[in-house]
């Protein structure tokens, strides 16, 4: 799902998608809920997420989303609701059809994508033009495209090797392939992982002298596809063995646990690390890492629930995990028929095999889908079903209670598909705004200015709630004007300005404003701006770069050669720092 002629085309025809997918699979007939304890813990999470939102800024930007995922509350909610849709249409004693049907649609859908991957891979990129093109990037993010082959691969397999059905076979195949084609180290050290636990556990319930041979057999089968795949590739191999992304994650943890430490109670809210993290890196995550482009996401699922919503949201995610993964284990143990139990081992295998790479990513609408769906149906329970810990009585209630309860899901369940109903045309409405957004930074490459604004401003009424619109025409005037371009500067200077005042905190806007300043002659006002800066980020080396430029043009030029050489020490690729330092120090008459 994607707009063709969008910027970043991938997140809200998902989220459409995925809010009329949710009402579809309410209002279908099921002989399932979801169990209890799930149901608490997904009230909590909710619950605990949309006060973190709240107290952060209200009714503002955390509560909505920001981009580039947008996951604010409704985006939440719209992930919780795929526990009960899990539960009714794949649950125990749901119907054997739906499930069936389920899982072809799957293995076919891998197929496509596996198609897709391969060939980008091969270095056709079948997407088209697009601002987050890279290798593996089909989805948007390789690690994505590989969770979504993993997560698929992992519900079809139990199936493949048992039954060795051909849908069930040729889809967990292409997801292997998926996975592998992706290049992400996560999700290829997990799929590994996963094959030989599933096909351990399996050979050890067929029993038999000959199950370790078969075992073996399997895994030569599995493996060495897998093997071939990734020596094929070259940027597979290469990100495999490169180890600077893991460094990195590293210090990413770090400076996030000293982000953590000092707003533990409730963290910063949601969407708000892009803007808190900058004053908790170090130098050394500076020269290791680097600062231009900026984490919004701590890539450590625990981590990024300490940092939206602090120790509530970590106590409820943990309780609704624990109640997947244990009433799943009751599920699966009190199952006979053969064809549901491996589908639930499948469901364990896509949930546990989510939850290992969220240990080094993030959760979005392209990866959650699987695992949602896989966790509410380990989590179902039959509806004539007593509670946990009650007996059934015997006696029937009167007619009018029963129509009591019956009429309050009735009309939870209209509710619910009412706001999904909003949901998808306010994301459908979104969406649109990618168009105008592609189209101004167009015009802004090409000097047409007064279009490009006009260009941002379309995008910004279609997403009137979206504070990062005004943020990215900002940086795309910025950059123009970093160039030399006076015109650029004060447009760069109207739209990151419109950025501050709906998000003061903001060391991208308040760079951009910098720039825009310094190109229309503001030399005061970008001093000003910049100093704001350095105490927002003060490892950022664009920041010191342009708080160089700004002195300089005060006619100071020792601080501006002294900003500069901060700004040289501060990145892992100095060479636009080393070039503006040589300029400025022949300028001065230095060696």
Known sequence: MLVPAGLFRFTFPKLAFLAVGLGVGLIAGSR???????????????????LAATLADGLGSSFWGRWPRYEGVPTVAAYLLLLPVGAR???????????????????????????AALAAAWGWNVMGDSAEFRFGATLGNATDLGIVGLTGAAVLLPRAIWTKTPWDVAGAFAGAIVAVASGSRAVIIVLAILIVAVIGWL???????????????????????????????????????TSGTVSGRVDLWGATWALVQQNLLFG??????????????????????????????????????????????????????????????????????VSERLFLIGAMGAVCSFGLVLLTHFPNTATTVIAGLCAGALSGVG???PSTGTKAKKTTPARTKKRIPMNMTRVATM??????????????????AEIP???????????????????FDSAATLRPWDVDVALLAGQAFAGRAAAGDPAS??????????????????????????????????????????????????????????????????????????????????TPDPEEERAVLGALQQAAGQP
């Not at 909590?44 to 949309?50: D, N, Q």
């Not at 071939?228 to 495999?240: G, K, M, N, S, W």
């Not at 957004?437 to 260009?455: H, W």
Request: hydrophobic share 50%; aromatic share 8%; with cysteine.
């Open 32 to 50: 399932t809920k979801l169990a209890p304890h799930t149901s608490w813990g997904a009230a909590a999470v909710l619950a605990a997420f949309a």
């Open 383 to 385: 509806l004539s079903a």
């Open 437 to 455: 957004l592609k189209a101004g930074n167009a015009a802004v490459r090409d000097g047409r200015l007064e279009e490009a604004s006009t260009e």
């Open 268 to 337: 910063v809210g949601p969407g708000r690390f892009v803007d808190a993290l900058p004053a908790y890196q170090s130098e050394e995550f500076a020269v290791r890492v680097g600062t231009d482009y900026p984490a919004d996401s701590p890539h450590l699922i625990a981590l990024q629930w300490l940092v939206d919503g602090g120790v509530p949201l970590v106590l409820a995610n943990a309780f609704l995990c624990a109640a997947v993964l244990w009433v799943g284990a009751r599920n699966i143990k009190a199952t006979h028929e």
């Open 415 to 432: 509710g619910v598909l009412g706001c999904l109903t909003a949901m998808a045309a306010a994301a459908c409405l979104a969406a649109t």
């Open 89 to 115: 249409l794949l649950g125990p004693g749901a119907n054997p059809a739906v499930r069936l049907y389920w899982t072809r649609l799957l293995s076919g859908s891998l197929a496509l994508l596996a198609a």
């Open 489 to 570: 500067g004060l447009f760069a200077v109207q739209w990151s300005a419109r950025s501050l005042q709906a998000n003061p905190g903001s060391v991208e806007s308040l760079t951009s404003l910098a720039v825009g300043q310094l190109a229309s002659g503001d030399v005061s006002g970008a001093r000003n701006t910049l100093a704001q800066a350095r105490l927002a980020a003060p490892v950022n080396s664009q920041v010191w770069l342009q708080s160089g430029l700004a002195e300089y043009a005060a006619g100071r030029t020792d601080t501006a050669l002294a900003y500069v050489e901060k700004a040289v020490s501060l």
């Open 203 to 241: 050979a050890w319930q067929k029993g038999g002298t000959s199950r370790w041979r078969h075992a073996v057999l399997w895994l030569a089968a599995t493996m060495t596809p897998a093997a071939v795949a990734i020596l094929a590739f070259p940027d597979v191999r290469e990100r495999l063995l």
